[in-house]
């Protein structure tokens, strides 16, 4: 079993930066055979993919927040992060970690063995 617990959430004005953590309870997040990703959901509105961050180091965006976010992972700390720049309203937001031990990268939610608790992203106009 694998905890996932997101952490740097909060509130910033539209333009402003986070960065947010997923600290993974063992050693998924440096496995070559994993993929690490983010998903976020707003109120009313189904799961999407953000970014995925395969085990050999491949990283895939969604188109609205290619060029604004990045994915990354510190194994030592088996630590998986996602820099959010230049913060719009729309990315309001729930935002989760999730880990799959065995595959490739897929923006489908229900391939992910883990999920996270989620961190709240709030960006005022």
Do not use: H
Not at 104 to 109: H, I, R, S
Request: glycine fraction near 12%.
């Amino acid at each position: 079993q694998v905890q996932l617990v997101e952490s740097g959430g909060g509130s910033v004005q539209a333009g402003g930066s986070l960065r947010l953590s997923c600290a993974a309870s063992r050693y998924i997040v440096s496995t070559s055979t994993s993929c690490m990703a983010w998903f976020r959901q707003a109120p009313g509105q189904e799961r999407e993919g953000v970014a995925l961050l395969q085990g050999d180091g491949t990283t895939t965006y969604a188109d609205s927040v290619k060029g604004r976010f990045t994915i990354s992972k510190d194994n030592a700390k088996n630590t998986l992060y996602l820099q959010m720049n230049s913060l719009k309203p729309e990315d309001t937001a729930m935002y989760y970690c999730a880990a799959r031990e065995w595959g490739w990268c897929m923006w489908a939610g229900n391939n992910y063995d883990y999920w996270g608790q989620g961190t709240q992203v709030t960006v005022s106009s």
